[in-house]
């Protein structure tokens, strides 16, 4: 579940960065609603907002801990008056989505969101959604193995080149292999 969060985080980035990048304002008049539509089926099949779900969540139980710290005596009213209050906020997680679609709908076309849309809903779009995490830090890893062997290698290589390119200097040339001066 952490990695699907993780493939989950990467839409989202990819949602944020819509969201920094897009230089030109589109108004909501500007985009159909078969647009808007295939926006929202597309952020659907990504679960590009799921990453978000818990902020509500999040807010109010810090919150209530931070009431509840201060003024322990009134827990019970704090923790009704809290949920209560989240439960009447739930409803603006639609805003979320609303906002996401239109920069989905900005920054993809109808097919193209079609096809993310049919891609993320085939056999091999779920798989990537839920084995994707589980890749990238299979890859991560390798990549860190072969830039350890690539920086290892790369110093040698210098190092053999530059003293096959400088000559020895007499001194040098006269200690022994082991470093200790020659005994005379």
């Known amino acids: 579940m952490i990695w699907l969060n993780s493939i989950r985080r990467l839409a989202s980035v990819a949602f944020a960065s819509a969201v920094v990048f897009s230089a030109l304002p589109v108004f909501a008049q500007d985009i159909s609603e078969d647009h808007l539509k295939a926006a929202?089926?597309?952020i659907a099949a990504i679960g590009a907002t799921e990453v978000y779900?818990?902020?509500l969540p999040d807010a109010a139980a810090a919150l209530k801990q931070s009431l509840i710290q201060k003024n322990p005596d009134l827990q019970e009213l704090i923790v009704k008056t809290v949920d209560e209050t989240t439960i009447s906020l739930a409803p603006r997680r639609a805003d979320l989505e609303k906002e996401a679609?239109?920069?989905?709908?900005?920054?993809f076309s109808v097919e193209e969101l079609n096809a993310i849309t049919s891609f993320y809903e085939s056999p091999a779009g779920k798989k990537l959604l839920s084995d994707g995490p589980v890749l990238i830090r299979s890859i991560a890893q390798?990549?860190?193995i072969w830039q350890r062997g690539?920086?290892?290698d790369?110093?040698?290589n210098v190092g053999k080149a530059?003293?096959?390119a400088v000559p020895a200097k007499p001194a040098e040339a006269a200690a022994p292999a082991d470093g200790q001066p020659k005994a005379n």
């Open 142 to 144: 390798a990549a860190e």
């Open 154 to 156: 790369l110093a040698d």
């Open 53 to 55: 779900d818990g902020i």
């Open 40 to 42: 929202r089926t597309a």
């Open 162 to 164: 530059i003293n096959a």
């Open 150 to 152: 690539v920086a290892r």
């Open 101 to 107: 679609a239109l920069i989905y709908a900005k920054t």
